[in-house]
């Protein structure tokens, strides 16, 4: 089932003069107090929402008609979030944000393993999520889109990198592993820049989550791990052999390509 909370804004055509585009943010969850609590708190804050009760319908609506950014709980009849992203990760890189169980984990690693761009435990804060929403639209969006006009101050998009057999060009969103294209999540992107601005140099967890999550927003130190240990495995299956990406136990990481 989906439904959407009635918005007081209807958001404007596109067209000269016209209002910028609101953002959608899809919320897929079967308790119906959650949906309306995280909706009404979104939509208070400029979004407009589409509410979505179990995965196989959010699944086709996703593909079919993609909104800005996707809220998945995990635990869901029919399809949990987990299925959902798998197959969603198949076809699209919407930015998505994992609800998962505060005590559980495995669920943590294992959606980050399935390509989703943050999690959040529950009970959560809507403040923190909004926070969330917000760095990863800021981060996803090109230049000029209003996602990036939100961002205070707006900043310009470094230029291409080139490391080795790495190229990376951010404002295409783009990865190549000696010319072969390697797809990263928005996350994913940001930590492997940090890490090859400055080749060789270790990069501490908290460095990399400043460069991945810039908005002050808490995440724990296992997350970064975990999208480390996501990012090699995505690289070896371009090349079997590639350790560009160190580990330096109690320091951080580091890149290195030859």
């Given at each position: ?5 009635p ?96 005590d559980?984990?495995?669920?943590e ?26 760095a ?21 998009l ?101």
């Open positions: 089932m989906s439904e959407t909370i918005d007081p804004a209807t958001p404007a055509a596109d067209g000269p003069g016209a209002a910028p585009r609101k953002l959608q943010i899809a919320l897929v969850d079967d308790d119906r107090n959650i949906l309306t609590t995280v909706a009404i708190a979104l939509q208070a804050e400029g979004f407009v929402t589409r509410l979505y009760t179990d995965g196989e319908t959010a699944l086709k609506a996703l593909l079919d008609n993609p909104p800005d950014l996707a809220v998945f709980d995990i635990k869901m009849p029919k399809m949990d979030g987990m299925e959902l992203l798998r197959r969603l990760r198949a076809h699209s890189r919407l930015p998505v944000i994992f609800l998962t169980s505060k559980d984990e495995s669920d690693e294992a959606g980050l393993e399935q390509g989703a761009d943050d999690y959040i435990a529950k009970p959560f804060s809507l403040r923190l999520l909004i926070a969330r929403i917000r990863i639209l800021r981060r996803a969006e090109p230049p000029g889109s209003p996602a990036r006009a939100a961002a205070t101050p707006e900043e310009p470094p230029a291409s990198l080139s490391r080795g057999r790495l190229f990376m060009d951010p404002a295409r969103h783009l990865v190549t592993w000696a010319g072969q294209p390697v797809s990263l999540t928005v996350t994913e992107f940001l930590i492997l820049e940090a890490l090859a601005l400055r080749p060789g140099v270790i990069k501490s967890r908290n460095q990399l989550m400043d460069a991945a999550y810039p908005d002050d927003v808490f995440v724990d130190d296992r997350t970064v791990d975990s999208h480390i240990k996501r990012m090699r495995r995505k690289f070896k299956q371009v090349d079997p052999s590639f350790e560009a990406i160190e580990t330096l136990y109690g320091a951080g990481y580091s890149f290195n390509d030859g």
